[in-house]
């Protein structure tokens, strides 16, 4: 059975929202509607673990290059 794109948001949207409550409770975020502060970087990386720096890394790799020029 597939999971429609709504259902697929709302859930989504659920584990979104306590993933940020936790951070949050570790003080390594303050998130407000529209806007996450990071309030302890090391703390964040800790949390994260390997994955952090991937977007980061990403975004270094395959989109900063093209606005160089």
């Known amino acids: 059975m597939a999971i429609d794109s709504d259902r697929r948001r709302m859930i989504f ?9 936790r951070l949050e409770g570790k003080h390594a975020i303050k998130a407000e509607r529209g806007l996450i502060l990071i309030k302890d970087i090391e703390k964040l990386r800790e949390l994260a673990g390997p994955i952090y720096g991937i977007a980061e890394k ?5 989109i900063r290059q093209d606005w160089r020029y």
């Not at 990403?58 to 395959?62: G, L, S, V």
């Open 13 to 21: 949207d659920q584990v979104r929202t306590k993933a940020m409550s």
């Open 58 to 62: 990403e975004y270094e790799q395959h």
